[in-house]
């Protein structure tokens, strides 16, 4: 096995070739925000939120997609990123309708701990009140579009872990949503196992369990991890 | 999926059947079943046949993005997601009549959205949609290569240029006969 060595924020790390820079930093106790990422997942870069400057070029990379290299120079948490992480953060709450105080994931939720993490009480853009939907077809769980942030976790853990792929991404820009089936509610769509991984999956309020009501969502990520480690290892650790 | 066990609001936009319709329908289904064939039935067809589909029918119905999914046994949320993302893929008929209208720099200089809101205003449509008549569908275009004739529009393929509200909204009351 390879071993790539790296400083990531003055730190000296060795990990196997092939390994993110997020996996790198994980090895040495740095944390890296992260929205879309989970672990088990085929990680998609989707959110932003890891971004890390690399010396010897002005882009920033996604750490969680972003191979190690031999001798790389990594920085986490420059002034840049921090500015960078906050506007992300304040974009995805200008971008939906993101009202913790009637949430069901308020105080259990991934979005809102991150903007108290880089320090928000507000988004400097205009709040673009966008018109969307709620889908309660289906007997046991509910979605709620207006709390989503396509981070596609609840796509990816429904294909790669369940492997129903109940979901996709539909439409695209402003208008891109998250689909069950062909376009049909939820209830309907027959592939659908009612397993609930989608909703221990999502970070925030969008997919929840019927009957919770504000703060009161519950998810069980322990249930994925395991679930992971059995496929991948046939290792039963619950 | 069978198509048989899709709910039925996913069949309601069928044409109405009348008997050269159904033998219509059949054909195309059956050029659809060739190309999936061609392509071995490959998931990693189904940008190349949503065209084929596309071409056949007009449009991307539901029912027949169900026979694509099953075809080349996609889930059927992946299939939408795809047809859903291009703007070259319609799931709805377009109008009887096209009228595009040109967006390029030299014809927005010159008005083309003033063009596009007076369309809007007497169609009571936006750009990408089709009248509730099925009559008139309203598109965009990013130059047409006619700069000399902004700004300009083209109607059923036919270019008309040095284009105003007034003008061009008597080009669309002609269509309709109003």
């Known amino acids: 096995m390879t071993v790539k060595t790296l400083k990531i924020d003055d730190i000296d790390v060795a990990i196997a070739a092939g390994s993110t820079i997020l996996q790198a930093a994980q090895e040495a106790s740095i944390p890296i925000p992260t929205l879309c990422h989970l672990e088990g997942l085929t990680p998609v870069a989707a959110c932003r939120m890891c971004m890390v400057e690399i010396e010897g070029t002005s882009k920033l990379f996604p750490a969680c997609v972003t191979e190690v290299g031999e001798g790389m120079v990594v920085s986490t948490n420059t002034p840049k990123l921090q500015g960078y992480r906050r506007m992300n953060v304040e974009l995805l709450f200008a971008e939906g309708n993101h009202v913790c105080a009637i949430c069901v994931a308020n105080d259990n939720c991934e979005l809102q701990d991150l903007a108290v993490e880089v320090g928000i009480d507000h988004s400097r853009f205009p709040y673009q009140f966008p018109k969307r939907s709620i889908d309660l077809s289906h007997p046991q769980f509910g979605i709620d579009h207006n709390r989503c942030i396509l981070c596609t976790r609840c796509v990816r853990v429904c294909d790669e872990v369940e492997g129903a792929h109940v979901w996709d991404v539909a439409q695209r820009g402003s208008a891109c949503h998250i689909t069950s089936g062909m376009d049909q509610p939820w209830g309907e769509v027959s592939a659908c196992t009612s397993c609930g991984k989608c909703v221990d999956a999502c970070p925030t309020g969008a997919i929840f369990h019927k009957g919770e009501t504000t703060g009161e969502k519950q998810r069980d990520r322990e249930k994925l991890a395991f679930l992971m480690n059995a496929r991948e290892h046939q290792q039963w650790t619950r | ?178």
């Not at chain 2, 036919?158 to 669309?172: F, M, N, R, W, Y």
Request: charged content about 20%; overall charge neutral.
């Open chain 2, 1 to 178: 999926m069978p198509i048989s066990s899709l709910p039925s609001q996913l069949k309601s936009g069928s044409p109405p059947a009348g008997d050269s319709t159904v033998q219509d329908e059949h054909r195309h289904f059956k050029v659809l079943d060739v190309t999936m064939k061609r392509h071995r039935h490959q998931p990693d067809a189904l940008i190349e046949v949503l065209h084929q589909a596309q071409a056949a029918f007009g449009y991307l119905e539901l029912e027949v993005l169900a026979y694509v999914a099953k075809g080349l046994k996609l889930p059927l949320s992946k299939v939408y997601g795809v047809a859903t993302f291009y703007h070259l893929f319609s799931l709805k008929p377009s109008g009887a009549h096209t009228c595009v209208v040109c967006l390029g720099t030299a014809c927005h200089v010159k008005g083309a959205s003033a063009l596009i809101t007076a369309l809007e205003n007497e169609l009571g449509i936006k750009v990408g949609e089709t009248t509730a008549d099925n009559q008139v569908s309203l598109m965009t275009a990013r130059c047409l290569g006619a700069c000399g004739l902004a700004p300009a529009m083209v109607i059923d393929e036919v270019v008309s240029g040095k284009q105003c509200p007034d003008t061009a909204l008597e080009q669309i009351r002609a269509l309709s006969g109003k």
